[in-house]
């Protein structure tokens, strides 16, 4: 299983950018997808969670902000980013629990800077 994650970039403040992450491989369910961050200096931190229920949680820095999404046909995670803030400048990664095992996909840089 690989995860390839696309749609970092440069962005100014209040702008949005859309993350993708999309697992390839033998895959039949997926638990749980999620998008973390770790900004320079600082731990990593989780962004936001979805289930394969549905069930959405967030940070509270995000809340409101973001939305995470999902398509399970795809096998595919989103991460909609809208009012960005210079403080969510990070590398975010995706990551998905498939059949009791981590995975993570390649970090894609998000600068919010004017």
């Known amino acids: 299983v690989q995860l390839q994650a696309s749609g970092g ?11 993708s992450c999309a697992a390839s491989g033998n895959i039949f369910s997926i638990n ?20 394969s229920s549905g069930t959405t949680n967030y940070v509270d820095s995000v809340k409101g902000r973001f939305t995470i999404s999902s398509d399970t046909a795809k096998k ?3 991460l909609q980013m809208d009012s960005l803030k210079p403080e969510d400048t990070a590398v975010y990664s995706c990551y998905m629990h498939i059949w009791g095992i981590n995975y993570w996909g390649k970090g894609t840089l998000v600068t919010v800077s004017s």
């Open 76 to 78: 595919t995670v989103y």
């Open 32 to 51: 749980v997808m999620a998008w973390y961050r770790q900004a320079p200096g600082k731990q990593r931190e989780s962004v936001a969670t979805i289930t």
């Open 9 to 19: 970039g440069l962005v100014q403040p209040g702008g949005s950018l859309r993350l």
